[in-house]
């Protein structure tokens, strides 16, 4: 967040500097007042071009053997510029490294799933995904399990053939 703004600030400057350059250029040509409207013009560019390549920026720098499930669009009233193109401030992914099955109920993987967002940090659910029935479940305190392999006191969350965490988690357990 710091950097956002130093950079912001940057732009400023150089926007303000830019046309205080053409105004001696032109000799006057350029009214007084254009020089903090370009300065608050680039301002706001820098603004909305750090939103936007926010996502692509941290969808890179994931490491490898992470997969980006889901996204989070914006549109806000306010930026009334995303209701032509929303940009995405939010995504989760799954770390298709850290699955594991328990050999006694193969279909059953235990996983880790990141939530990402752009002014927040990043949070890890631990999950469990059942690739036989088509349903997945955050793990909480509390949770046993048998000698099967079967999870109790799990509340899952049925999900249509759709799913992006549930087919990349099973596609990479088989």
Not at 28 to 55: D, F, H, L, N, Q
Request: charged letters at 20%; one cysteine or more; a negative charge.
């Amino acid at each position: 967040m710091f950097y956002t703004l130093i950079a912001t600030l940057c732009a400023g400057i150089a926007g303000a500097g830019l046309v205080m350059l053409l105004r001696t250029v032109l000799k006057g040509r350029v009214p007084k007042w254009a020089t903090p409207v370009a300065a608050g013009a680039a301002m706001i560019a820098a603004t909305i071009g750090s939103e936007y390549a926010w996502y692509e920026t941290s969808a890179d720098a994931l490491p490898e053997g992470m997969e980006i499930v889901a996204t989070r669009e914006n549109q806000s009233w306010y930026r009334p510029w995303t209701y032509l193109s929303p940009y995405i401030d939010g995504f989760v992914a799954v770390d298709l490294l850290s699955v594991r099955t328990n050999q006694a109920a193969p279909g059953l993987h235990l996983l880790n799933v990141y939530v990402f967002g752009r002014w927040s940090a990043a949070t890890e659910i631990p999950s469990l995904v059942d690739c036989d029935q088509n349903r997945r479940a955050t793990i909480i305190d509390g949770i046993i399990f048998d000698e099967d392999g079967t999870p109790q006191n799990v509340q899952w969350q049925d999900a249509d053939e759709t799913d992006e965490l549930i087919i990349a988690v099973c596609a990479e357990a088989n």
